[in-house]
């Protein structure tokens, strides 16, 4: 079963954010870097990108493929962790400690729109069901 962290917001493709001193930090669950298998690449977007929630904007390519991040609310990015340019496989060793993008949110009350814990669990046990 997947690790899934009480306190953040999940989506349902596997992308999760928390707000931070009024900051968004995101990343892919550990769910997503089990299915992706061994990551090898992350192409990080600019800082200053602005990026609508469920627009692709990130890509963390693998050993079975090259996989899109979505953005999980409307923000501007604020800072990328440069940590996974030289070992994108630290997604795969802990993808909750080694976030993606830190996002200034624009609408911080957006993350109550997306699942939390419970339902993000909810949903992983239906696909590892579905799988086996």
């Known amino acids: ?7 953040l917001h999940y ?3 596997h992308e999760w954010i928390k707000i931070v001193d009024g900051m968004g930090v995101m ?3 550990d769910y ?3 299915a992706m298998g061994d990551v090898v690449y992350v192409e990080l977007p600019d800082v200053g990108r602005k990026a609508k929630a469920g627009e692709d904007f990130i890509v963390v390519e693998s ?3 090259a996989n ?3 953005c999980p609310v409307s923000g501007t990015v604020a800072e990328v962790n440069e940590d996974l340019d030289g070992a994108p496989e630290l997604l795969n060793q802990d ?3 080694n976030w993606l993008v830190k996002m200034e949110v624009d609408n911080p009350s957006d993350v109550d729109k997306l699942l939390d814990a419970a ?3 909810k949903l992983v046990e239906e696909l590892e069901a579905e799988e086996s």
């Open 119 to 121: 339902a993000y669990a």
């Open 32 to 34: 997503a870097q089990h």
């Open 1 to 7: 079963m997947a690790k899934i962290p009480q306190d």
């Open 95 to 97: 993808p909750y400690s």
């Open 11 to 13: 989506t349902k493709d």
């Open 63 to 65: 050993v079975k493929g």
């Open 68 to 70: 899109d991040v979505f």
């Open 27 to 29: 990343g892919i669950s």
